[in-house]
């Protein structure tokens, strides 16, 4: 359209979005730099400027296996050149608050026509009317796991919070989040000490002990498993 072509810079759009403090909006190019964010994906990565953002990717920011899947979905939009909405991700912010947002992701289209990026917005599940109902029945298992990960947690006393059987918790649980209540314990867990790991002020021991996991051993070896990177190697990414 003329009026877009008209404009001095796509950015004055962008800037708009500083102003919607729960939405995290941003663009990347075909090779998943970041070319614009707004102030809320600021952030949500614990910084403070636009520039130490611009031109870098995901792997900058997160564990490869995290990097990775953040990816795989930006490339999956990009070469079916359609969009994805509202996918589902647990995600914390630089103060270690974790919350189900949805992801939106749409194509970038060039003059000629092909895909030259992606752009995406992530807004928090709970705000959504079309989805909050089927979300509000499981919300106070949800938020019992939130808020007390480092604790012993049993299926069958999340499915009694929500008047369910097991079977039914847990069908409802993976058709609502596309994980089972067990990933999601230890997803949080993993959140939570990626959180602290970051802080670089407890040992090892402590992280283990704070976030629910059995022993520094259990810990090491989940904590790998789910980011690609040991507790050690995580920490040392952030020094």
Known sequence: MQFFQDLRSVADIVRLLDWTPEVHFFAKDRDGRFMAVNRSSLDRHGLTSESEIIGKTDFDFHPPSMAAAYVEEDQ???????????????????????????????????????VIGIAGLMRPLANSP????????????????????QEKLMISDL?????????????????????????FIILARV??????????????????QRCGFYDQSQFSRIFKRETGITPKEYRNFFR
């Open 76 to 114: 999956r939009v990009m070469n079916s050149g359609k969009p994805l909405p509202e996918q589902r991700w647990l995600v914390y912010d630089s103060a270690g608050v974790q919350r189900w947002y949805l992801s939106t992701k749409h194509p970038l289209f060039g003059q000629a026509g092909e």
């Open 130 to 149: 079309f989805l909050y109902a089927e979300y509000s029945t499981l919300k106070p298992a949800v938020d019992w796991v939130l808020e007390h990960y």
């Open 159 to 183: 499915a009694k919070m929500v008047r369910l059987s097991v079977s039914q918790f847990e069908r409802k649980f993976k058709a609502q989040f596309k994980i089972s209540p067990t990933q």
């Open 191 to 208: 959140n939570a000490a990626r959180a602290l790991l970051a802080q670089q002020t407890e040992s090892l021991g402590d992280v283990a």
